[in-house]
């Protein structure tokens, strides 16, 4: 865990010293700040099940994000970040960041694993807005570790996480019939 904790420590260093520019910093805060709270991913689920109706299956889909969401926030934010209970970045390593200090722990990163768990979700229904989203995706993570509030190896067990979640869910939706 030392050698990942240092080969951590490298890359971030490195990403902050070779992407931060002030010119970038407003931006990559509005990134960030819409998965506040899974925010704008339960607005789009909300969104979907608005217009759905008997001749458009985006009832269906609201109803699966939602699942899926639901899902991530009971594996990743309330099982394993208390249970690895990582100490955050800008904490280990004494560093100002530019958005308030988090209260939670660092692993996984659930901004991350929300947002790839919605882009599953709507890789699954459209392919073209799934690959869209699956880049916003990417986007998040990278925010975070712009951010200096998360380690590379907890956004790519975000993005991982919220992958497989999603997937779970998806084919327990599918199987039970209720895509219908």
Do not use: E
């Not at 807005?129 to 975000?158: C, E």
């Amino acid at each position: 865990m030392d050698n990942l904790q240092l080969i951590d420590i490298m890359i971030l260093t490195q990403i902050r010293s070779l992407f931060h520019a002030p010119w970038l910093d407003k931006p990559m805060i509005l990134i960030s700040t819409l998965g506040n709270n899974g925010f704008l991913w339960i607005a789009l689920a909300v969104i979907f099940f608005s217009l759905g109706n008997k001749k458009k299956p985006w009832r269906a889909w609201g109803i699966l994000l939602l699942f899926c969401l639901a899902a991530n926030i009971l594996v990743c934010n309330v099982l394993l970040k208390p249970m690895v209970a990582r100490i955050r970045p800008y904490d280990l390593l004494g560093y100002d960041i530019l958005v308030p200090r988090l209260a939670d722990f660092s692993f996984p990163s659930g901004h991350t694993s929300a947002s790839f768990a919605a882009a599953a979700v709507i890789y699954t229904m459209n392919k073209k807005w799934g690959i869209v989203v699956f880049i916003f995706a990417a986007l998040m993570g990278f925010s975070r570790l712009y951010l200096g509030v998360h380690f590379p190896s907890d956004v790519l067990a975000g993005a991982l996480l919220g992958w497989i979640v999603a997937r779970v869910v998806i084919c327990i939706y599918t199987k039970t019939h209720l895509w219908k």
